[in-house]
């Protein structure tokens, strides 16, 4: 038994994130869903799979290549096999999201739009293909000639370039190679073109618009025909920080970002088409090795841009039907939201309730006479964020304003450093990161003088306070005034700020990497000790990720004493219920739809007084021992019914969710005959609107 623990502890993490992302590409398969939101999960599905290559692949490629690390790090799994098990499993789902594409292309046909390429245009669609070349897409092609081109490590990671095969007129036995670069950081992958009479839609690739006017390109040059293949470069994408101490630690973070293109390739893929001469040229000028991750394309990569499809094709059918975001109605009678917070507390649930509260209480704050500070941590911000803007307006207006910004945020770190730089030209004192320690807690605190005394208000999340983010992601935003709960989170900004770790006592929160892992164990165990007891004794867990060995150990450990446990975790999740001697007590599902599943919510059966809370930690060992993290608990009578009516429908979704288990990761849930359907995050919204009405007609 503890060594079948063992291997399902470890070896699976890596396979449990690919049964995660074969649950996304199983919902681009559903006739039930939307084609056009089919096209958007085949895009979420690519993404994910490249972040796993430049994260998690990358990973086990260093510690392949260093081949005594395997028994320095006491690795009880062999990263070589773990690295030929995801090769297999990448390439069949691959091969699984290219017929679902080809499917999809089928059923977009019978609505009349039509995914053509360059072999297939009217005369009128190629005139006004080039005339679109000419005026929008050539100014931003740079082709390279691979004879003459030396560093290779330059190739930017992720993007989508083109080999082209070049036929010269007076030598057409000689081999010419260049590389283009498809431009979509500047313009669309998509083109709609012009209705003719069928009154049809066409869309095509820019891919296939380069393809066209290949000639307008290299003709000049004395070529006269033109093969065209794709390939990618997936590179490793971890940060190699210079630990130099004479410099900063933004320097050092800015520095290994320049260096990040650069990385070691982890995957290549090629045109199935490209023939074996040429294939074996380019991996000997890209100084690729067969024991890189080599894949078979096809005529298109990058396919995570299927997620910018154009959305204003077709009819309403082929996209979801848009949910309205709810009103608060404690924030809709026109009084001042910080009164409203010091009368009771709020709880926010995204992305059925607007995030725009959030944007309207920092503006608040930042007019407010009565006002003095806002604090706040900045993990991942929108593009042209409100959020940021409203800080900025509070430091113009005279408040004292201090923002930890976290550049350590994975593929954030640019963007972060911009609007660290940014916030301090306007005022705004600016926390740097912590070397080695990310700072993942979402935390918002305002000091307000009311009669002479500090009255603090804070809002705590499960996810970021992003505009953008918060449209898709399911998360909870926490809004209280209670005076321990708001003492504890300004000891947090303390800590971030004097930087000395003398850890303070949190009398209601709980902190990582202070005393999160302790909070876990403590309350399994006082559930596994209620259930020797006699007494009833259960919890539901919801996060994003349940990997860390010692919770999971804890967990068959109360399984097997009798504690009744719902876990619902939407990502990595190397439990698996069998292993339990008592298996029925755990029921392990995942659930992906239409918004992303991102909250974390924690619910003990503490013997029928249950105690909930939420917050930024996932049950992985990096949450709970090597970042801040914030857990608070939810008080309020009424706000613990709307997390057990959140995690009831989501328990009892019977469309949309998947047992996880250890041979079937994504089993489908049985309906029973003369049972309605349950979709969860619809059941939520409508319990919510349901409310909302209540409310108004009070």
Known sequence: ??????????????????????????EADDSTVPLLERLTFL???????????????????????FSDAVDRLNLDYDPVKILKEIHKRTVAQRHKADEIYNNICVELAKDNIYITDETKLNEEQGIFVRQYFKETVRQYLFPIMLDRFRNFSNLHDNSTYMVIDLTHKTNPAAENLALIEIPTEHLPRFIVLPQGQDKHYYVMYIDDVIRYCLDDIFAVLGFI????????????????????????????????????????????????????????????????????????????????????????????????????PLEIHDFSIGKSMLDVIREKDILLHYPYQPFQYIIDLLREASIDPAVRAIKMTIYRAAKNSAI????????R???????????????????????????????????????GMKVHCKMILIRRKENGLNIYYTAVGTGNPNEITTRIYCDEHFLTADKTITADINKVFHLLDDRKFQVPKFKQIV?????????????ISKEIKNAKKGKPAWMILKMNNLVDKRIIRRLYDASNAGVKIDLIVRGICTLVPEVSQHSDNIRAIRIVDRFLEHSRIFVFGNNNEPEYYIGSADCMERNLDHRFEVITPIKDKNLQIDLQELLNKQLNDN????????????????????????????????????KTHISENK
Not at 11 to 24: A, D, H, Q, T, Y
Not at 46 to 60: C, G, K, P, Q, T
Not at 400 to 429: C, P
Not at 511 to 523: A, C, D, H, I, Q
Request: charged share 30%; hydrophobic share 40%.
């Open 43 to 65: 895009g979420i599905f690519s993404n994910n799979l490249d972040e796993f290559y430049r994260v998690r692949v990358a990973m086990l490629k260093r510690i392949v290549n």
């Open 388 to 395: 940021v803007n409203a800080l900025i307006n509070a430091a």
């Open 655 to 690: 469309v949309k969710a998947r047992k996880i288990s250890a041979n079937h990761p994504n089993e489908k849930i049985h309906l029973t005959k003369g049972k309605p359907k349950i979709y969860a995050q619809i059941e939520f919204y409508n319990y919510l609107k349901n």
């Open 225 to 324: 025909k033109y093969k065209a293949y794709a390939i990618k470069f997936t590179r490793d994408a971890e940060l190699d920080i210079d630990s130099d101490v004479s410099k900063s630690f933004l320097e050092a973070v800015s520095d290994s970002l320049k260096q990040r293109n650069h990385g070691d390739t982890v995957r290549f893929i090629y045109d199935a088409k490209l023939p074996r001469n040429l294939l074996s040229s380019l991996l000997k000028k890209f100084g690729i090795k067969k024991r890189d991750s080599l894949e078979k394309g096809g005529r298109y990569n990058n396919i995570r841009d299927l997620m910018n499809f154009p959305q204003n094709l077709g009819t309403k059918k082929m996209r979801y039907e848009s949910l309205q």
């Open 1 to 26: 038994m503890k060594s079948c623990k063992k291997n399902v502890l470890h070896i699976n993490r890596e396979l449990s994130w690919l049964n995660f992302n074969e649950r996304v590409l199983l």
């Open 511 to 523: 902190v990582s990497p202070f005393g999160t892992r302790k909070f876990f164990l403590e309350k």
């Open 397 to 435: 207006n005279g408040k004292e304003v201090i923002v930890f910004v976290e550049f350590q945020a994975r593929f954030d770190e640019a963007a972060n450093i911009e609007w660290a730089a940014r916030m301090q030209e306007e005022g705004i004192r600016v926390l740097p990161s912590i070397p």
